[in-house]
């Protein structure tokens, strides 16, 4: 059973970086079958995907044109997790942050719990 | 940009009785592959999304077989045969054909009556 564990703050100032890690277990961020993905979700946005990591003999990411300039995610096989790191935060930025898995078919069948971050000075 | 429109936007039902939602995305989902990459998202209170329903029909894993998906194209339903206290919450349609645009409608909110 693949479980994803986030952590990060809930709360950062504007201009600043929005970090979150997902620990993953029963699965590995290196798979070469799977991709590994953030999406946040709010009430003016709705849910919003914004991109993913992935391993197929070296890493890729891909990024929703929306943020493409802002964010990065990032592997950590050390720990078996990703994060994600989103600069110059505004408060439009706030959300709750999920990490989920692609399991290879364009589709997210795992996803973390949530953490809601709010941009607030 | 593809738009995901959703209808209704909240839809009080009687336990027991069917429930369906309609998904409408503004250009045809079918991949140049042949698959149509249209899935449904189930949002409980408090809880993280959950995958219902893959290319179109496919039930996830662990799905009960109370709920369905079909359409084609453009046009979209998801079925719920007989509703139950637990289907409360929110659904998405979402689409992924046009990878890396990925877009999800805005949500259709279950409710009991």
């Known amino acids: 059973q693949v479980q994803l564990q986030q952590s990060g703050p809930g709360l950062v100032k504007p201009s600043q970086t929005l970090s979150l890690t997902c620990a993953i277990s029963?699965?590995?961020?290196?798979?070469?079958?799977?991709?590994w993905n953030w999406i946040r979700q709010s009430p003016s946005r709705g849910l919003e995907w914004l991109g993913r990591?992935?391993?197929?003999?070296?890493?890729?990411?891909e990024y929703a044109a929306s943020v493409e300039s802002r964010i990065t995610i990032n592997p950590d096989t050390s720990k078996n997790q990703f994060s994600l790191q989103l600069n110059s935060v505004t408060p439009d930025d706030t959300a709750v942050y999920y990490c989920?898995?692609?399991?290879?078919?364009?589709?997210?069948?795992?996803w973390g719990r949530g953490t809601l971050v709010t941009v607030s000075s | 940009d593809i738009v995901m429109t959703q209808t209704p936007l909240s839809s009080p039902v009687t336990l027991g009785q069917p429930a369906s939602i309609s998904c409408r995305s503004s250009q045809s989902l079918v991949h140049s592959n042949g698959n149509t990459f249209l899935s449904w998202l189930q949002v409980r209170p408090g809880q993280p999304p959950r995958l219902l329903i893959y290319r179109i029909s496919n039930r996830f894993s662990g799905v009960p077989d109370r709920f369905s998906g079909s359409g084609a194209g453009t046009d979209f339903t998801l079925m719920i045969s007989r509703v139950e206290a637990e289907d409360v919450g929110d659904y998405y349609c979402m689409q992924s054909t046009h990878f890396p645009q990925v877009t999800f409608g805005q949500g259709t909110r279950l409710e009991i009556k």
């Open positions: 990591i992935y391993y197929r003999s070296k890493w890729y990411n």
């Open positions: 029963g699965d590995s961020v290196s798979s070469n079958s799977v991709a």
């Open positions: 989920a898995r692609d399991p290879g078919w364009l589709d997210f069948d795992y």
